[in-house]
């Protein structure tokens, strides 16, 4: 078993797909194959199953990838000691859910890259229930989360800023008219939300459980690209973060209606395990997030 399959396997469990692994280590699709067939051989199991067009990692893949993963810390260390900060090289692994990675990573992917371009950053979008399990089983070194205050004993859990929910519709809305709403307005309405599942969504639904409110109608998005185009369309009431339809109320191709969930504090949070050591690219990517969204939140407020 040599580091270089172990390394390569990382990077595949990290990205699921052969080829961009490959882009990313600088080797060729068929290199990648070859040393992960013969990983397998080696082990005896099978680490990765294709369904369909998908690549998943089996369970003695996700087992395998746990234990090497300390491993793979400590070359990372040791490479680390040899090389000044200004200088970083190596991989790093970020997940997030859809609204974070469109709405708030893409500065700070662009000021890390700026920083240190020798490290190669791969990033996954997760879906916002599956994101602490990949730090748990090594799949990525960093993951944002969309949710309530986390609290866990196995994660540093960092809130980066809070991010305020509205209720969203087409200028031609009814309940775009009246400049006061009460529960009662909203009885009948269609509304376009995530999925069931979703932490804010389920938030949403407490809070209209409670009032008592049950003739609503939903129609359920996994994108909140959809949930944004429907409620531009007229289909519904959108019920999103701000900072997504933020473009589109400047356009004036939504309005904000004058009604907000009470007791809703949902954060933007970057989390990373507890036991993982450190390294200098996780540090100095982590210290570029502070900064970036740091800087967004006072912008917003001036």
């Avoid at 746990?66 to 070359?75: A, F, M, P, T």
């Avoid at 429907?230 to 589109?248: D, N």
């Amino acid at each position: 078993m040599e580091l270089r399959q172990l390394n390569t396997f990382r990077t595949v469990a990290s990205t699921l797909n052969f080829s961009r692994a490959a882009e990313v280590l600088n080797y060729v699709p068929s290199n990648v194959t070859m040393q992960m067939k013969a990983l397998e051989d080696e082990l005896g199991v099978r680490l990765f199953d294709r369904l369909g067009k998908q690549l998943v990692l089996t369970t003695a893949g996700k087992r395998f990838l746990i234990q090497i993963q300390s491993v793979l810390d400590k070359l990372d260390e040791a490479r680390s000691v040899v090389h000044d900060n200004e200088n970083l090289i190596g991989t790093l692994t970020i997940s997030a859910n859809e609204v974070i990675c469109a709405y708030r990573l893409p500065a700070v992917f662009q000021l890390f890259r700026s920083r240190y371009p020798g490290v190669r950053l791969i990033f996954r979008s997760v879906p916002n229930q599956e994101l602490k399990q990949a730090l748990f089983e090594g799949a990525a070194d960093v993951v944002f989360m969309l949710d309530e205050p986390i609290r866990s004993s196995g994660l540093e859990v960092e809130p980066m800023v809070e991010e305020t929910f509205r209720l969203f519709a087409a200028p031609d809305h009814p309940l775009v008219k009246p400049t006061v709403l009460q529960l009662e307005d909203f009885h009948g309405q269609v509304f376009l939300t995530n999925e069931k599942g979703c932490p804010y969504r389920t938030m949403f639904d407490r809070q209209f459980e409670k009032e008592g409110i049950d003739t609503i109608t939903y129609l359920e998005f996994q994108s909140a690209e959809a949930i944004k185009q429907c409620a531009i369309s007229g289909i519904g009431i959108a019920f999103l973060p701000e900072i997504v339809t933020k473009a589109e109320v400047e356009r004036g191709e939504l309005v904000a209606l004058p009604w907000q969930i009470p007791d809703l504090h949902v954060y933007t949070q970057m989390l990373w395990h507890k036991d993982k050591w450190l390294s200098p690219i996780i540090l100095s990517f982590i210290e570029a997030a502070r900064e970036v969204i740091a800087i967004e939140e006072e912008n917003k407020t001036l």
